[in-house]
C-alpha cells in the first residue's frame, strides 16, 4: 500500500492502464475460447424453407432446408471473419497505443 502512495499520479494512472489492458485481453481471449453451441432452434430462413415447402414432396423440402442451412452458414462465417478482424484491429491499436504511451522506465 504504500509503495502506491510514494509513486507520483502519472506512475499510478499508467498501473491501472496495464491493469485495464490486462483485464481486457483476459477478458478478451475467454471470450474467444468458449464454445458457442447453437440452441437447436431453426433460424428464420430454415423456418421460412419449412413453411414455404410444407405441401411439397419431402425430397424438395429436405433441399430447401439444406439450402436454407448453407446459406445460414455461409453468413455465419461472413460474421465471424468480421467479427474476427474488427478485434484484431482493436488489439493491435490496443497494444500499438500502449507500447507508445504506456509504461516507459527510465535508465538512470
Known amino acids: ?4 502512495l510514494a509513486k507520483g499520479p502519472r506512475e499510478r494512472a499508467r498501473e491501472h492502464l496495464t491493469l485495464w489492458f490486462g483485464v481486457f ?22 423456418g421460412q424453407a419449412i413453411n414455404t415447402h410444407w405441401s ?11 439450402e436454407a442451412i448453407r446459406l445460414d452458414d455461409i453468413e455465419r462465417h461472413r460474421w465471424s471473419v468480421a467479427r474476427n478482424t474488427f478485434i484484431l484491429c482493436i488489439d ?8 507508445k504511451y504506456g509504461r516507459r522506465y527510465t535508465i538512470a
Do not use: C, D
Request: proline share 9%.
Open 25 to 46: 485481453i483476459i477478458l478478451q481471449v475467454a471470450w474467444f475460447v468458449w464454445p458457442r453451441n447453437s440452441s437447436g432452434h431453426p433460424t428464420p430462413r430454415v
Open 92 to 99: 493491435g491499436g490496443t497494444i500499438y497505443f500502449y507500447w
Open 1 to 4: 500500500m504504500f509503495h502506491l
Open 56 to 66: 411439397s414432396s419431402p425430397t424438395e423440402q429436405q433441399a430447401a432446408i439444406a
